[in-house]
């Protein structure tokens, strides 16, 4: 079956560079999630979208953004990088209604040096 | 907001079964969820609970939810060494546009040999 796809899979990004992580969802899922999961840490949610509306925000700083597009696939773009943001990030996918199910795709390891 | 603990590490011997406790805060969390994260690996659904339910079975999988003590229990029959893994339980009150959702810390089992 088909899965979350996430590009890149890694990134090695310096300090006040910027960073753009895509994430492709399940064909027909509708809702897009992106999470943070810190070294050691559980996944913190950042933002998601429903039909190409943001549909929630979450500890998402200042710098990042993110947009769904009209194919459904979701971009994090992140800005102004400091060495914290070094993290896994994750992209979710699912239907909207139902049991709100979320998929995971295999994550971006970015690292900030 | 939704808070959702969990015990950092559980290890068992191979073949015993292997029961991961979490308890949960928000007491309109409609939906409970485990994910599985192997080390360096992405987060797989394994199975979920709707709140009006007290237990799933799932093949070596059974959920039991104890709604008035909010406590959720994951227990895996027959642990082999595969199942080795840091194990999530999640939380979700679905509104619209408030679909995100909340990890606990994780367990980590280990499989004793």
């Known amino acids: 079956a088909a899965g979350v796809i996430q590009s890149p899979r890694h990134l090695i990004k310096e300090k006040r560079e910027t960073a753009t992580l895509k994430c492709y969802p399940i064909p027909r899922h509708d809702t897009v999630y992106w999470y943070q999961q810190g070294p050691g840490q559980d996944p913190q949610f950042l933002i998601s979208?429903?039909?190409?509306?943001?549909?929630d925000k979450g500890s998402i700083p200042d710098r990042f953004s993110a947009q769904q597009f009209s194919d459904y696939h979701s971009e994090l773009n992140m800005s102004s990088l400091e060495l914290g943001d070094s993290a896994l990030y994750f992209c979710?996918?699912?239907?909207?209604?139902?049991?709100?199910?979320?998929?995971f795709g295999p994550g971006t390891r970015l690292t900030v040096t | 907001g939704e808070d959702v603990e969990q015990s950092l590490f559980l290890s068992v011997r191979e073949g015993d079964s292997s029961v991961i406790n979490c308890t949960y805060t928000d007491s309109s969390s409609t939906y409970l969820y485990w994910y599985k994260q192997e080390p360096g690996a992405g987060l797989q659904l394994l199975t979920y609970?709707?709140?009006?339910?007290d237990m799933k079975q799932d093949q070596r999988l059974t959920v039991l939810l104890n709604k008035k003590d909010k406590h959720l229990s994951l227990r895996i029959a027959d642990t082999q060494t595969g199942d080795s893994a840091i194990y999530f339980c999640a939380a979700i009150s679905p509104n619209f546009g408030n679909e995100k959702l909340t990890f606990g810390t994780g367990t980590r089992l280990t499989i004793i040999p």
């Open positions: 609970i709707f709140s009006n339910m």
């Open positions: 979208f429903y039909e190409k509306m943001q549909s």
């Open positions: 979710a996918s699912s239907v909207s209604g139902g049991s709100y199910e979320q998929y």
